[in-house]
């Protein structure tokens, strides 16, 4: 019973933001058309239960007239019922994607907010493959939602309605047993109340081990088609090291797991299966069985039988909801956990921590200084991996970082651009300040050169020619002329080319500081020499720190400072001054 109130309390937790959105009038109104529709379905309902007492009797009395008055109400029916049905599924669908679209902007723009899907990713949370979360999650939690909720109140309706004319037809056809009557009042509803316990209890006792067994399907299969992206990914490497063989055997173990875990919900689904389809065959026949001594007796005729058979029917299925939506209700419950894991995830990779528990980045009025004070920086495991005291980056400076494999350098950078939370003192970087980070492998989004190039920015914010000058600076100029042309830059050019279109971005974004982590690693010396000469004479106020293991950068800079081992830690000390520096 907890369980279930804890469902529903997330349910309405993820569900209820829709409706008090701007979309909320819409959305209100398609849902209570819908409630509207279901209702009336279930008048038209109680409509024909007593139109089945009518047509049977006249059937029984051979009566020609009352037969074809009959059969015109019942035209009647059956089209306001069609019509009614039609019409519910066309709003339903349009509910439907009104909701999934702001649930998917909504989750879009939470998960796509400073760097949060990196620290969910960081932290290890509950949300595995959240792009399984937004897309097929959202689509089967709005779906599933709509489709178990209508149900539920179509059933709780029906319920009443029938049980009053269930009640009613007890008392009409009194139990005749041997000859006596019992007065049993409403018998029959207590009939169907047996009969629909019993089977939701079998039901939830036989099928419940699918709640989780759904669960980890969906889990197994992301999972899958996750390794499958990064085989397509990787493809490369993956055929310059001849990996085929442990690709293929390493993806036949995973969806292993997909093979396994779905023999387990066959077996379980085979059981659930035969006894909700005997359950459901038995129904058919229960209330004849339960209105046959009266029948038999002559105590009602063929329509009241036919009747009250259709009106158990009614109740019966009303509180047989459970049974019959049972799968969909476990599949329901695993995507509400999912749904609900992911939004904690994104609640605790947001979160501020309390002082002292993270890094602090505090923005600097009026300094044009980068500034860490007593900054200890952490790995996830809560590992102290890099302090530094008291540094200072000052304005226009340019310096080189450099220290071992592994000491920290590119944590310390992921650190003063905001994105590492794990240590603690604090950053100060000058209010308004733009920093651009530019790693060893630049990111370029699929699509045309012209926006690869320009990114995060929009496509207009430089003009074309501005483009074309900053590829032919940085020795690109046969990109130059293909600005429109669509492609996966990452895969279609080299590192080097990788590195040089990302100092183009550099040089179009002009930021007041450039971190540049081995971001010309892969280019030969001269060409790394040459770059540097660009940036200083292309970007003269700029603030450049880069990280590089090759001693000719010192050229480059004013300033050299060092990670340099203590115990476990790596403390950012200044070094000697570069003998002759270009940089000055
Ligand atoms: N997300 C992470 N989770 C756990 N450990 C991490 C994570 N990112 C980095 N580390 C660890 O932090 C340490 C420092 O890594 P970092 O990339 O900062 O080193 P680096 O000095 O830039 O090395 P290199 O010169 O080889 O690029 C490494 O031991 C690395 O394994």
Redo the contacts with the bound molecule.
């Keep these: 019973m907890n369980n279930i109130r804890a469902t529903l309390a997330t349910v309405g937790r993820i569900a209820a933001p829709y409706f008090r959105s701007e979309d909320k009038w819409a959305g209100r109104g398609l849902l209570a058309a819908v409630i509207l529709i279901e209702l009336s379905l279930v008048a038209i309902d109680v409509l024909v239960n007593q139109w089945y007492s009518r047509f049977y009797n006249y059937l029984q009395d051979r009566n020609w007239d009352g037969f074809v008055w009959e059969v015109g109400v019942f035209i009647v029916l059956a089209s306001a019922s069609v019509a009614l049905s039609v019409y519910q599924l066309y709003l339903n669908q349009w509910l439907q994607i009104r909701w999934r679209n702001w649930l998917t902007r909504h989750y879009l723009g939470e998960w796509l907010d400073s760097a949060t899907h990196y620290r969910m990713q960081?932290k290890g949370d509950a949300a595995d493959n959240p792009d399984q979360r937004i897309t097929e999650d959202v689509k089967t939690f709005v779906e599933q939602t709509l489709t178990l909720g209508i149900g539920l109140l179509s059933a709780i309706v029906t319920l009443f309605s029938f049980v009053i004319i269930l009640w009613g037809l007890s008392n009409a056809a009194p139990l005749h047993i041997s000859g006596v009557d019992l007065a049993i009042p409403g018998y029959l509803v207590w009939g169907a109340l047996v009969y629909a316990i019993f089977g939701t209890a079998l039901t939830h006792w036989i099928g419940s081990p699918l709640v989780n067994l759904n669960f980890e399907q969906q889990r197994y299969e992301a999972d899958f088609r996750f390794n499958l992206v990064r085989v397509r990914e990787n493809s490369e490497q993956i055929a310059l090291l001849d990996g085929e063989r442990a690709e293929r055997e390493r993806l036949l173990h995973r969806f292993g797991f997909v093979v396994g875990n779905w023999y387990a919900i066959m077996s379980r689904t085979k059981r659930l299966t035969a006894f909700t389809t005997s359950y459901a065959q038995a129904a058919v026949i229960f209330p004849f069985i339960l209105t046959a001594p009266a029948y038999f007796a002559g105590k009602i005729q063929l329509g009241g039988m036919v009747q009250t058979a259709s009106a158990f029917g009614s109740v019966q299925k009303a509180l047989s909801f459970f049974v019959s939506a049972y799968r969909s209700l476990a599949e329901w419950r695993a995507v509400v956990a999912r749904l609900d894991g992911f939004e904690m995830s994104i609640a605790s990779a947001t979160q501020r921590p309390t002082q002292g528990e993270a890094i602090a980045i505090a923005p600097a009025a009026g300094s044009r200084e980068i500034g860490l004070d007593q900054l200890l920086v952490k790995?996830?495991n809560g590992m102290p991996?890099v302090t530094a005291v008291d540094f200072t980056i000052g304005a226009s400076e340019r310096v080189l970082v450099t220290?071992p494999?592994?000491?920290?350098?590119?944590?310390l950078f992921r650190a003063i651009a905001g994105i590492w939370p794990f240590g603690n003192g604090t950053i100060a970087i000058p209010g308004q300040a733009r920093l651009m980070m530019l790693p060893q492998r630049p990111y370029f989004p699929v699509g045309p050169l012209r926006d690869a190039i320009v990114y995060p920015a929009g496509r207009d914010v430089f003009k074309p020619g501005q483009i074309r000058d900053a590829l032919v600076a940085v020795g690109l100029p046969k990109l130059a002329v293909r600005l429109e042309e669509d492609g996966h830059w990452n895969r279609m050019l080299s590192l080097g080319e990788q590195q040089r279109l990302g100092l183009a971005r550099a040089l179009l974004h002009k930021p007041d500081y450039l971190f540049l982590d081995?971001a010309t690693a892969s280019l030969d010396e001269p060409s790394e020499a040459q770059l540097y000469r660009l940036l200083r004479e292309e970007l003269p106020s700029t603030t450049i720190v880069s990280?590089g293991h090759r001693s000719t950068l010192e050229a480059f800079h004013t300033r050299n400072v060092a990670l340099v081992r203590d115990g476990d830690l790596h403390v950012l000390k200044g070094v000697s001054e570069p003998a002759s520096s270009e940089a000055r």
């Design positions: 960081l790995l996830p991996l220290g494999s592994g000491s920290g350098k590119s944590t081995e990280i």
